[in-house]
């Protein structure tokens, strides 16, 4: 099904642990993006892609690093975990124009930092 | 700066009745509205978008939202809810072109009474 994929859907690390996530879109969207859920906050940006070549940051960067690999795939680097960065992550995908319906969601990786 | 607030964290109605969920934004330029629904352990699904014309939009599932520009609001609204709504609803505010950096409220989450 045509979408977007995260991997892993579930994670625990360590304090000071290292780990990257993956995120794939198949629908030949331009811009994707990383988000991170947290109760009562809604959803914050991480950093985004707004074309395969180009990232840049959003409303909450610190501690996180990206790579467009190429026009499918974008992935998140935490460096060096910590706890406050436990929390629910999203990758998004979008289109521009008022053609495009918005972001496409993944499913979310569920992250937790002891 | 952009901004979405989402003024009620947590609403219960009764099955059969009808909805109202409340958006109020901050944006600079014509804002490019949204709403969002999360089930519970999944990502967000887009249920309905106003970028300009006729400001009443009809959405998915039997939702409307209502662009009011002289309150900055863009609230949903549904006639009569089912149980299956119960959910976390996301409202957003963007650009549509270049990067879709879109700003996301709060969230409400809906209880519904059987």
């Known amino acids: 099904n045509a979408g977007v994929t995260q991997t892993p859907k579930f994670q625990v690390l360590k304090t000071g642990q290292s780990m990257t996530l993956q995120c794939a879109q198949d629908?030949?969207?331009?811009?994707m993006y990383w988000y991170r859920q947290d109760p009562g906050m809604g959803l914050r940006l991480i950093y985004y892609s707004a074309s395969e070549g180009t990232t840049d940051k959003g409303e909450v960067p610190n501690g996180y690093n990206v790579s467009r690999l190429n026009k499918r795939e974008f992935s998140l680097r935490l460096e060096s975990a910590a706890p406050s960065q436990t929390s629910v992550y999203f990758c998004a995908s979008s289109d521009i124009g008022e053609g495009s319906y918005g972001y496409t969601f993944g499913s979310g990786t569920r992250l937790t930092v002891v | 700066a952009q901004s979405v607030t989402q003024p009620d964290i947590h609403i219960t109605v009764s099955e059969g009745a009808s909805l109202e969920l409340r958006c109020n934004y901050s944006y600079g330029a014509t804002p490019y509205l949204f709403w969002y629904v999360q089930s519970p352990g999944q990502g967000l699904q887009l249920l309905l978008k106003y970028f300009s014309g006729d400001t009443l939009v009809q959405g998915i599932k039997g939702f409307e939202a209502e662009f009011k520009r002289s309150q900055s609001s863009f609230n949903l609204r549904k006639p009569s809810v089912h149980w299956s709504d119960a959910a976390e609803y996301f409202c957003a505010v963007g650009s549509l072109w270049g990067a879709q950096k879109l700003v996301f409220g709060q969230g409400t989450r809906l209880t519904i009474n059987p």
């Open positions: 629908m030949n969207h331009n811009s």
